[in-house]
């Protein structure tokens, strides 16, 4: 019983999505799935490089807009996440929304983190716009330790 409640669900939450939304969930999901498929056979400065290449030259959203557009194209992308063929980790999912978001002419910064919880060592991906985290998925990037980027160090 508890299974077809869930469903029904579901089914009222994707009937209520909008055209434009949709397109966005997609594109979430394609976007995902690129991204995992380069990241299993390529090496990450050249997924680097893809996903710099999606960055648009003018900005697509009005000015102060930015943040409702960020929230947006988070929520899709854990969506698209959420129901894909397999796990999608944080980096994957800060991969594709880096794409989204670049595309829409909102420039983000990729950042890691590591914890070390006990005898195990822990890692996390996530996007910073204007030096705010963009939490995609998992643990709040507040529990780690930031790690240096190269530019950084010198």
Known sequence: MNYYKSLSHK???ARALSWSEWGILVKAWI????IDLLLRNRSFPRVQQVVGYQQSARPQVPAGQEWNAIYRYQRFTTLAARYHLYPMTCLRQAL???????GQGISTKLRFGV???SVKLLAHAW???E???IEVTGPRSEYFEQLASLGEIA
Do not use: D
């Not at 976007?31 to 690129?34: G, I, M, V």
């Not at 594709?96 to 670049?102: D, F, M, N, S």
């Open 11 to 13: 089914v009222q939450t």
């Open 96 to 102: 594709a929304l880096q794409v989204l978001l670049g």
């Open 115 to 117: 914890r070390k919880e």
């Open 127 to 129: 996007l910073e716009y």
């Open 131 to 133: 030096g705010q985290s």
């Open 31 to 34: 976007w995902l799935l690129y």
